[in-house]
C-alpha cells in the first residue's frame, strides 16, 4: 500500500485519475482506518489530502462561510463566527465521535463516507450547505444533499473529490438545530438524526424551512413536506405535531442492532418537534 | 488449614489498616511504565494468529494447511491435531475441577466448530502481515449445521445437538437420549404448597436476561518461550498464573514445573481471565518454532471467542402475607452456558434468595449449551442474574403490599443463623445494616420529579478462600519484600502491604509487594471469589507472625533472655519485664543487620488453604428519569451500600462498589450479544457493545458498612463481586416506578423500552 | 512497496522510524520504538487507550497513520511527568484511586491534561463528556472525575 | 454422630435421603462414609463439592474436624469471579 501526499488540487486530481489499482482518501481517517483494520478496506494508495491548503481551515465573506473538506471538526468547533451563524451545524459535527475523534475526522470525510448516519449531513442539508468538488474537469457546486446516492455510494464521479462546503449567511430571524438519537449520551452512531432550520417573517410566523434526516432512509434526506408543515406557521404546537407526522411519514429505516424500524419512525418526528423548537428560540433571539 | 484467631485484633488499634496511603505499584501506572499483557517484547519473537470459525455450528471436514506452510516466514502451524484429546471427566486442576476433555475443545475445535470465532487453527509467523496471509491461505472444509442460540429452543426436544455425548446429570431416571441440557440442580426447602397457600399474595414473573461481556479493556495478550529441552515459560495478562500453568501443563502434556508462569500486570479480569484461549496455544506454537512466539486478541475476538456470562430465561413466584412476611418462594433458571458445559446456574440457583429468611424455597436450574462462546466466570458469577429476577418480583410485591420496599425487605431480611435456602446457616452478615443505611441516607428522602423513579435491590454474593501462599524477605536494611500469588487487578498489593506493615509495626514504604511467578511461591488459587483481600491477606498475616516470631528469637539470643520475655511492638522487640531497663528496645533494621550473625537471613512463608470467607451483602439505590417518548433512561442518582466486614483500604473498596454499580448500570440498560439469524455476532466491539461511557453515569455514592467477618484476622469480608449483583434489579424496579410499567427483560435499552410504555398506554 | 522514513518529534525529542503504510501510529509507537504506554484495547477508536497529542490535539495513535506523523509533534504518557516531579493530574490520579488495574489510566491522564490547557475550571458534566471517549471498566468514573477536577483546582492555585 | 443434609441433586443421587447421621471426625472421613453408602453420590463428591460445618464453608479442606453435634451440609463448591 502507497502513501501520497499531494500539495495542491490538481496534483490529488491527477493521482486520482492515473492510478490504476484502487486509491483510497485519506483526511480525518477515523473511518478509513477502522476499515483498513477491518478488511474492508484495501487500497493500494492512500491519498492523504491534509496537505493541500484549499482543503484546510475556514473562510468567513460577506457571502458566507467556506469550510475545507478536510478541517479536524475540532478545529470547525472553535470557529464563532460559524457557531454564532449555523449553531446547529455546529452542534451536529461536534456530535462526531469522541473528543479524540473531533481532532481528526472532518466533514469532507463525514460526507463521503456514505454513511445514512453521518451527523453533520442532516445539519448542514437543513443549512442549505453546497459542495465545492474538484475534480478532471474543474470545479462544480452541487448542493449537500444531492452527493450521497446510497450506503457507502455518492455522485462524485472518478477523479473528483470534495474541496469544501459553502454555507450562506442566514438571513435576519433564522435559527436552525439539530437533535440525534443514541442510546448512550456519547461515542454512538445515530439511531436517528434531524436537521431543522426556520426563517421567520417581521411577524413571527414562519416563511422559510428546511428539514434534514439522518440514518432513517438509506441516504441522509431534505423532507419538504416537513418544512411545509412549518412553513407560515408561527411553529406552534399544531404546526409541529403536522411536522412530526411528515418526517415520520418520510423515514423509510431499517430494523438493525442500532434501533428497530417502530423507534426510529417515531424517535424521528419526536426529535424534529423537539429540534425545531430549538430552532425557533434560536431564530426569535437573532 | 489454617488457625489464625482474630483474638484481640479487631478491638486493637489500628494505625495503617483502615487509612488511606497510595498505592506502591501507583507510579508505573501513571506513567505507562507497568507492564501489560501485550506490552512485553522478546528478541527473536514470532506473532501468533488464530483462524476462526466463520460459522455457529459445522462440522470440520477437512483442514488443509499446505498453502499456508509453504509461505515464506510462516515459523509454525498448529491444530487440534497437535493436542492430545483427554478424557470427559472433572479431574482436579490445581483447585478447580475441569473437564480438559471441553477445554482442550474449547481452546482449538475438534470435531466440529461450535460457535462462530470457535478457533480453528493458529500460525506463528515472522510479522503479523505474514501470519494474516497464512491464516487465508488455510483451507477448512465446514459442513454447516443447523444451530442454537437460545435456552428454550436448545431445551426443546428436537433442538440441534452440539455434543452427542451429553446426557442430563441431575434427572432420574437417567435420560436414554442425549441432549444440550448439561444439568438439572435444585435446592429445595420446607413445603412449598403449604407455603404458598399461608400467602395472601403472590406474585409470578417470567424474566429474560442476554449474555454480557466482563469488558475489560485489555485484551488477552501472552508471549510464550519453549526451548528446544522442553523447557517452557509464558508471560500473560490473567487472573491466575497457577491455573493458568496447571491447565496449559495438562493440555500439552508437559509437566509444570517444566513451565513458569509470570502474570503480567492485568488490564481487567472481572472473571474473563480466569481460563485459557491463547495461552496453549502460543506454547503449542513455540513448541514447534522454537522461537517465542506473542499472540494478541484483536478486541472483536475478545468479544467473538472468549466468555461473557450466560443469557438467561427465569420463572419467579413469590408469596407474602398482609404483613409482608414471605410465606414460600419458587424459582427455575435456565442459563446458557455457551458452546459446553458449565454455566454459573448452580450458584445462580445458590443466591437466588440468599438474602432473605424463607422457610419454604425451591430453586431448579438447567445448564443449557448453545451455539455460543462457553460463558466464562463475571463477578459473582450467576448471581446477578437470578437476583434481578428475585429483586424484582420482591419490590413488585412490596408494592402491591402497600409496604416500602426497605421495610419489606427488613421484615425478611436474612441475619446470623438464618438457614440459607442452599443449606447452612449464616454467621455474622451485614444485610440489616445496610439496610438501615440506605433507609437513613438522605438519598432515599430526596424528592422526585414527573417521569423520575426510584429503586432498591440487594445482593449477595459468598466470597471464598482456598490454597494461598505468601512470603515476607526481610532485607538486611530492615525493608521487607512481600510476595503474593495472587495477581493485583484493584490494588491488592496496597492492602497486603498494609496488613503486613500493621503487623510488624513498621511504614507502609518499609514493605515492597510483588506478585510472584509460578516458580517463586508454592500453588495460589487465582484472584476471583473476592478471596485476595481475604485469603492473601490471612497469608500475609500468618507470614507477618511468624517473622514477629523470629525477630523476637534473635533480640532474645542477643540479650541472652528468654523469648517469652522479649514482646513484639511499634516494630521494635522489647523487654517485657520490669527492671531490665538497660536493654530497652531493639528495631526491625537493627535485627536485620545482624541477622546473618544471629542465626542467618530471616524469611517467613505462610502455605494456607483459607477458610472462613465471609458473604458480604449490599443494598443500592437508585434514581432514573425515562424520557416517555424515547424510552431513553437516564440514571440521575446512584447509592452502593455494602458490608465489607472490615476496608482494609476504603478508597479501593469504594473503587470496587462504584465500579460494579457501573458494569450494573451497562448491564441493565444497554449491553448485549445481537446475533444474526445465521448466529454470527453483529456487534464484537465497543462501539455497538454499549458499556458506560463517563457521561453515561453520576458519582456513585458509597457507605461502607463493616460486619466483621470472625474468621480473619482484620474481618475481612470480600467485597469485589457483590456490588454488580443489585443494579440491575434496582434500575428495573425505578424504571418500573417512573413509568408504571414493570420491565422483566434486560437489557432496557430504549427501544425495548419505549416498545413497552406505548403498548402499556395502548391497553390502558 | 518500500517502508517511509518518518522524522517527527515525540515528547519533545527528534525521533524517525521506517513504517508501512498499515501502520499506525500506535503500532509504530508500541511495537517500533517500544512506547508501550500507550494501550491498544480496540484498535477502532472507541477506547480512548491510546490516546496521544498530535500537534497538540488529542487523537487516538490507533486512528493516525504512522506515516502522518512526518513533521509533526507528539506526545505520549511516556512524556508526562518531568524527571521524578510527577504532573498533577498523575499524583491526584493516584491521591483519589482513580484506577485500578490501570490499563485505561495513560489514555485518561492524556486527555484530562489536553482538556485542561484549554478548560482549567471544568465543571462535572464538562469533564465527563470530555472524556466520555475513554472507557474505563473498573472504576465506575467516580474517581476519575475526582481527580480530575481536584487536579485542576491545584494547576489553578498554582 | 453429626448431622449430614443432602441438599437438591446430591439428595436425588442418595435416592431423595435428605438427612444422614455419620459418625465421622473429619471431611475426609465423612466424604469416605458417604462415598460407601451411597456409592452413586461418590463421583459428584469430587466434583466440586464444599462441606458446611455449623455454616462455615469448608472447600477442598479434607481435615477440618466435626464435632458430633455438628451440622454438616454438602453444597456445590464456589468459585467466583
Redesign the interface.
Known amino acids: ?3 501520497k501526499t499531494p500539495r495542491s488540487v490538481e496534483e490529488a486530481v491527477d493521482l486520482l485519475t492515473t492510478h490504476t489499482g484502487a486509491a483510497h482518501l ?1 483526511a ?3 473511518d478509513l ?2 476499515k ?3 478488511g474492508m478496506a484495501a487500497p493500494d494508495l ?1 491519498i ?1 489530502l ?1 496537505s493541500i491548503p484549499r482543503l484546510r481551515g475556514i473562510e468567513s465573506s460577506p457571502s458566507g462561510f467556506r469550510i475545507g473538506a478536510a478541517t ?1 471538526c ?1 478545529e470547525i468547533g472553535e470557529h464563532d463566527g460559524l457557531k454564532a451563524a449555523w449553531p446547529g451545524v455546529v452542534e451536529a459535527l461536534k456530535l462526531i ?5 473531533q ?2 475526522a472532518t466533514l469532507g470525510g463525514n460526507l463521503c463516507n456514505a454513511s445514512p448516519a453521518a451527523d453533520s449531513v442532516p445539519a448542514l442539508i437543513a443549512a442549505g450547505a453546497v459542495c465545492e468538488i474538484a475534480g478532471p474537469a474543474g470545479t462544480r457546486e452541487v448542493p449537500i444533499e444531492n452527493i450521497v446516492t446510497g450506503p457507502g455510494r455518492t455522485a462524485l464521479a472518478r477523479g473528483e473529490f470534495v474541496l469544501a462546503f459553502r454555507l450562506p449567511l442566514p438571513r435576519a430571524r433564522s435559527g436552525d438545530a439539530y437533535l440525534r438519537f443514541i442510546p448512550r ?3 454512538d452512531i445515530a439511531v436517528v438524526g434531524v436537521g431543522v432550520a426556520v426563517t421567520l417573517d417581521a411577524s413571527g410566523v414562519c416563511a422559510q424551512a428546511r428539514v434534514g434526516l439522518g440514518a432513517v432512509a438509506p441516504t441522509p434526506l431534505l423532507v419538504a413536506d416537513a418544512a411545509r408543515a412549518l412553513i407560515g406557521s408561527r411553529v406552534d404546537a399544531q404546526a409541529l405535531n403536522a411536522l412530526a407526522k411528515a418526517v415520520s411519514a418520510a423515514c423509510k429505516p431499517i430494523g438493525d442492532k442500532r434501533g428497530t424500524i417502530d423507534f426510529r419512525i417515531k424517535v424521528a418526528g419526536v426529535l424534529a418537534r423537539r429540534a425545531a423548537q430549538t430552532a425557533l428560540q434560536r431564530a426569535k433571539a437573532t | 488449614m489454617n488457625d489464625i484467631t482474630n483474638q484481640s485484633v479487631l478491638e486493637r488499634h489500628l494505625k495503617i489498616v483502615g487509612t ?1 496511603p ?2 506502591p ?3 508505573d ?8 499483557g ?2 512485553i ?1 522478546l528478541p527473536n519473537m514470532l506473532v501468533g494468529k488464530v483462524l476462526r470459525s466463520p460459522h455457529a455450528h459445522a462440522r470440520i471436514k477437512s483442514i488443509d494447511i499446505s498453502k499456508a506452510q509453504a509461505l515464506p516466514g510462516v515459523k509454525a502451524i498448529v491444530t487440534a491435531a497437535d493436542f492430545s484429546d483427554l478424557p470427559s471427566e472433572f479431574i482436579p486442576a490445581g483447585e478447580m475441577m475441569v473437564n480438559f476433555r471441553d477445554m482442550t475443545r474449547n481452546i482449538m475445535a475438534r470435531e466440529k466448530a461450535l460457535y462462530e470465532g470457535h478457533a480453528v487453527a493458529a500460525v506463528a509467523a515472522i510479522n503479523e ?1 505474514v501470519a494474516n496471509q497464512a491464516l487465508n491461505l488455510i483451507e477448512v472444509d465446514y459442513e454447516v449445521l443447523p444451530h442454537v442460540m437460545d435456552v428454550d429452543e436448545a431445551m426443546a426436544p428436537d433442538a440441534p445437538l452440539l455434543h452427542d455425548n451429553m446426557f442430563t446429570i441431575g434427572v432420574e431416571p437417567k435420560p436414554a437420549k442425549p441432549s444440550n441440557i448439561a444439568k438439572r440442580v435444585e435446592f429445595a426447602l420446607g413445603d412449598l404448597a403449604a407455603g404458598f397457600a399461608k400467602a395472601d399474595v403472590v406474585i409470578e414473573r417470567e424474566f429474560l436476561t442476554r449474555p454480557v461481556h ?6 488477552h495478550a501472552c508471549v510464550a518461550r519453549v526451548s528446544e529441552d522442553g523447557q517452557a515459560e509464558l508471560w500473560c495478562t490473567t487472573q491466575g498464573q497457577f491455573i493458568v500453568r496447571g491447565f496449559c501443563a495438562k493440555l500439552l502434556g508437559m509437566e509444570v514445573s517444566k513451565l513458569k508462569v509470570t502474570p503480567s ?6 472473571g474473563g481471565k480466569t481460563v485459557v484461549y491463547l495461552e496453549p496455544l502460543a506454547l503449542a506454537l513455540s513448541r514447534k518454532a522454537c522461537q517465542p512466539v506473542k499472540m ?1 486478541m ?2 472483536t475476538e475478545v468479544f467473538r471467542a472468549t466468555g461473557p456470562t450466560s443469557g438467561a430465561r427465569m420463572w419467579v413466584k413469590i408469596g407474602a402475607t398482609k404483613d409482608g412476611r414471605i410465606t414460600a418462594a419458587d424459582a427455575v433458571l435456565k442459563y446458557q452456558a455457551g458452546a459446553f458445559q458449565g454455566s454459573p446456574v448452580q450458584p445462580g440457583c445458590m443466591c437466588a434468595f440468599a438474602p432473605y429468611d424463607l422457610e419454604n424455597v425451591r430453586v431448579v436450574g438447567y445448564d443449557v449449551v448453545v451455539n455460543r462462546p462457553k460463558v466464562a466466570a463475571y463477578r459473582a458469577p450467576g448471581g446477578p442474574i437470578a437476583e434481578y429476577a428475585v429483586e424484582s418480583v420482591i419490590d413488585e410485591l412490596a408494592l402491591r403490599l402497600k409496604l416500602d420496599p426497605i421495610e419489606f425487605r427488613l421484615k425478611n431480611a436474612a441475619k446470623e443463623g438464618t438457614k440459607a435456602a442452599y443449606g447452612p446457616k449464616f454467621g455474622p452478615i451485614g444485610l440489616v445494616e445496610t439496610l438501615k443505611a440506605a433507609r437513613e441516607h438522605p438519598h432515599y428522602a430526596t424528592p422526585l420529579k414527573k417521569n423520575q423513579g426510584r429503586g432498591v435491590a440487594s445482593g449477595f454474593w459468598f466470597n471464598i478462600g482456598g490454597d494461598t501462599c505468601a512470603t515476607l524477605n526481610l532485607g538486611e536494611d530492615g525493608t521487607v519484600s512481600l510476595v503474593a500469588g495472587t495477581p493485583d ?3 491488592s498489593r496496597a492492602s497486603l502491604a498494609m496488613m503486613a506493615a500493621e503487623e510488624l509495626g513498621v511504614p507502609l514504604d518499609k514493605i515492597r509487594p510483588s506478585i510472584g511467578d509460578t516458580s517463586s511461591l508454592g500453588y495460589n488459587f487465582l484472584t476471583g471469589g473476592s478471596r485476595v483481600t481475604f485469603s492473601s491477606g490471612m497469608a500475609v498475616v500468618e507470614a507477618a507472625r511468624d517473622m514477629v516470631r523470629q525477630l523476637r528469637e534473635r533480640a532474645a539470643r542477643m540479650w541472652e533472655v528468654p523469648v517469652d520475655s522479649v514482646i513484639w511492638e511499634d516494630g521494635c522487640a522489647r523487654i517485657a519485664e520490669a527492671g531490665v531497663a538497660e536493654f530497652k528496645s531493639m528495631s526491625l533494621a537493627e535485627i536485620a543487620k545482624t541477622a546473618g550473625k544471629t542465626g542467618g537471613p530471616i524469611v517467613a512463608n505462610a502455605a494456607i488453604n483459607a477458610t472462613g470467607a465471609g458473604p458480604s451483602l449490599a443494598t443500592h439505590v437508585v434514581d432514573v428519569e425515562v424520557d416517555p417518548e424515547t424510552g431513553k433512561v437516564t440514571v440521575l442518582r446512584y447509592t452502593a451500600i455494602q458490608d465489607a466486614g472490615k476496608a482494609v ?1 476504603p ?2 473498596v ?3 462498589m ?6 450494573g448500570i451497562g448491564w441493565a440498560l444497554n449491553e448485549e450479544y445481537i446475533y444474526d439469524a445465521k448466529g454470527r455476532l453483529e456487534n464484537p ?3 455497538d457493545y454499549r ?7 453520576p ?2 455514592d458509597t457507605v461502607i458498612v463493616e460486619v466483621p467477618n470472625p474468621r480473619h484476622p482484620y474481618g475481612v469480608r470480600g467485597v469485589g463481586e457483590t456490588p454488580i449483583v443489585p443494579p440491575m434489579g434496582a434500575i428495573a424496579n425505578a424504571v418500573a416506578h417512573a413509568t408504571g410499567v414493570r420491565f422483566t427483560e434486560l437489557p432496557m435499552s430504549p427501544p425495548r423500552v419505549l416498545a413497552a410504555i406505548d403498548t402499556a398506554a395502548a391497553t390502558r | ?1 518500500s517502508k ?1 522514513h518518518v522524522t517527527t518529534t515525540i515528547n519533545g525529542d527528534p525521533a524517525e522510524f521506517l513504517c ?3 501502520q ?1 501510529l500506535l503500532d509504530v509507537l ?2 517500533v520504538l ?16 491510546c ?1 496521544v497529542m ?1 500537534d497538540g ?4 495513535a ?4 504512522g ?2 506523523a512526518q513533521g509533526k509533534r507528539i506526545e ?3 512524556g ?2 518531568h524527571g521524578d516531579k ?1 504532573h498533577p493530574l ?1 499524583q491526584k ?5 482513580a ?8 489514555g485518561f ?1 492524556i ?1 484530562a491534561k ?2 485542561l490547557e484549554r478548560n482549567p475550571d471544568p465543571s ?2 464538562e ?20 481527580a480530575v477536577i481536584d487536579a485542576a483546582k491545584e494547576m489553578r492555585a498554582a | 454422630m453429626a448431622k449430614v443434609i443432602l441438599s437438591g441433586t446430591l439428595r436425588q443421587l442418595a435416592g431423595g435421603i435428605e438427612e444422614v447421621e455419620v459418625d465421622a471426625r473429619d471431611v475426609r472421613q465423612l466424604l469416605r462414609i458417604l462415598g460407601e453408602r451411597f456409592p452413586e453420590l461418590g463421583p459428584h463428591l469430587d466434583s466440586g463439592y464444599a462441606v458446611a460445618i455449623d455454616g462455615e464453608i469448608f472447600q477442598d479442606a479434607w481435615f477440618a474436624p466435626i464435632r458430633p453435634d455438628s451440622e454438616v451440609h454438602l453444597v456445590p463448591a464456589i468459585r467466583g469471579g
Open positions: 500500500m502507497d502513501y485519506l480525518g481517517g477515523t482506518l477502522v483498513l483494520r477491518a492512500v492523504d491534509k479536524s475540532a465521535g469522541s473528543t479524540q475523534i481532532g481528526r449520551t456519547e461515542m | 488511606r497510595l498505592r505499584d501507583g507510579v501506572k501513571v506513567t505507562g511504565r507497568a507492564q501489560f501485550a506490552d517484547h502481515a466482563q469488558g475489560y479493556i485489555e485484551p500486570e492485568i488490564g481487567g479480569g472481572f494478541v484483536s478486541r487487578i484493584g490494588g483500604h478508597s479501593y469504594e473503587g470496587q462504584q465500579g460494579g454499580a457501573v458494569q466491539g465497543f462501539l458499556i458506560p461511557v463517563c457521561s453515561d453515569v458519582m456513585i | 512497496m517511509h508501512s503504510t498499515e499506525t508500541r511495537d517500544y512506547l508501550t504506554g500507550s494501550k491498544e484495547g480496540c484498535a477502532s477508536g472507541d477506547c480512548g487507550a490516546s498530535l490535539r488529542l487523537v487516538c490507533c486512528l493516525v497513520l506515516v502522518e505520549t504518557i511516556e508526562m511527568a510527577l498523575q490520579f493516584l491521591e483519589h484511586a484506577l485500578q488495574c490501570g490499563v485505561c489510566t495513560p491522564l486527555a489536553a482538556l462535572e458534566t469533564v465527563r463528556y470530555w472524556l466520555a471517549g475513554n472507557l474505563c471498566r473498573c472504576t465506575g468514573y467516580d474517581k476519575i472525575v475526582r
